[in-house]
Nanobody
């Protein structure tokens, strides 16, 4: 059974940093793109960042460019989201997602429907 487990969320002041991790188990991790999404209260889930299976290509939402960095360690079946210069608007539940239908897919996507496995989410709260 595939499992994605996020960790690293918490409460931080504006301008601070957090590093989210997502550990995958139950399936080979390395051939698949991974993504991060977030959902704030009363809002729809939105794309944050994605990374190609090899780690050679990443794609981020305009709202986080220059502040958030996605990376992965295929040897540890883990994807990361380094979040710097956090703002109150970044407050949300952050979800890790895997594109397990895209074996060695050559592109990454921001479309949530492309991702077929999701973690349970980790809360990030940024105080002003």
């Amino acid at each position: 059974q595939v499992q994605l487990v996020e960790s690293g969320g918490g409460l931080v002041q504006a301008g601070g940093s957090l590093r989210l991790s997502c550990a995958a188990s139950g399936r080979t991790f390395s051939p698949y793109a991974m993504g991060w999404f977030r959902q704030a209260p009363g809002k729809e889930r939105e794309f944050v960042a994605a990374i190609r299976w090899s780690g050679s290509s990443t794609f981020s939402a305009d709202s986080v460019k220059g502040r958030f960095t996605i990376s992965r360690d295929n040897a540890k079946n883990t994807v990361f989201l380094q979040m710097n210069s956090l703002k109150p608007d970044d407050t949300a539940v952050y979800y890790c997602a895997a594109d397990f239908s895209g074996y060695y897919r050559h592109y990454v996507t921001k479309l949530a429907q492309q991702y077929d496995s999701w973690g349970q989410g980790t809360q990030v709260t940024v105080s002003s």
